[in-house]
Structure formats: structure tokens, C-alpha cells
Nanobody, 110 residues
Framework: QVQPVESGGGLVQPGGSLRLSCAAS?????MGWYRQAPGKEREMVAT???????DYADSVKGRFTISRDNARNTVYLQMNSLKPEDTAIYYC???????WGQGTQVTVSS
């Protein structure tokens, strides 16, 4: 099994936007984005099923959008109206292969 590969993290000012990408090693089914801030446990941010059903943490509803491109075996996380409390390492989870990505840092700071 091969880890999914995340990209798109970086430093952004409060109120800004970022789009994260996660490329899986094969066809995608259940996929998810999770995050872990310093000193805190890893938490679910957003998930998407093979049928396109989505679920979001309350803290990101209305600001983040998860989507998928089955042809590219890729899932995205569009993050708008970013807040300092969104600062964390964001991890992609490939449910069918039970694999975590290496993570990508997102820092929201002025």
C-alpha cells in the first residue's frame, strides 16, 4: 500500500484561502481530511464517500469544502475565511487502503 500525498499547505493571513490536494495511489473511495494542532489530538475536518456524501466538523462548516476527482484519484479541501485556530498539520486519509499521508502544514497568521 502506498501513502497518499498531500500538497498545498502554507502560510496565509487570517481571512485568506488555501486549497489542499491529496493524490491517492489508486482509485478512491472513502477519503478524509484530518488535522492536528500542537498539543491537541488529531480531529476530523471533512470526509467524502464514494457517492459524494460529505461530512464536516462544526468548526469548519460553511468555510471548507471537500471534493473529489475520481479520474485523477485526488481529493481536495478548499479552505476559505481561514482563522488562526485553523493552524495545524493537515492529513489526508485513504479509507480503502487504510493509509495516512505525511501531512502538510497550514499556518494562519498575520
Amino acid at each position: 500500500q502506498v501513502q497518499p500525498v498531500e500538497s498545498g499547505g502554507g502560510l496565509v493571513q487570517p481571512g485568506g484561502s488555501l486549497r489542499l490536494s491529496c493524490a491517492a495511489s489508486g482509485s478512491i473511495y472513502f477519503m478524509g481530511w484530518y488535522r492536528q494542532a500542537p498539543g491537541k489530538e488529531r480531529e476530523m475536518v471533512a470526509t467524502i464517500t464514494v457517492g459524494g456524501g460529505t461530512d464536516y466538523a462544526d468548526s469548519v462548516k460553511g468555510r471548507f469544502t471537500i471534493s473529489r476527482d475520481n479520474a485523477r484519484n485526488t481529493v481536495y479541501l478548499q479552505m476559505n475565511s481561514l482563522k488562526p485556530e485553523d493552524t495545524a498539520i493537515y492529513y489526508c486519509y485513504d479509507g480503502i487502503r487504510v493509509q495516512w499521508g505525511q501531512g502538510t502544514q497550514v499556518t494562519v497568521s498575520s
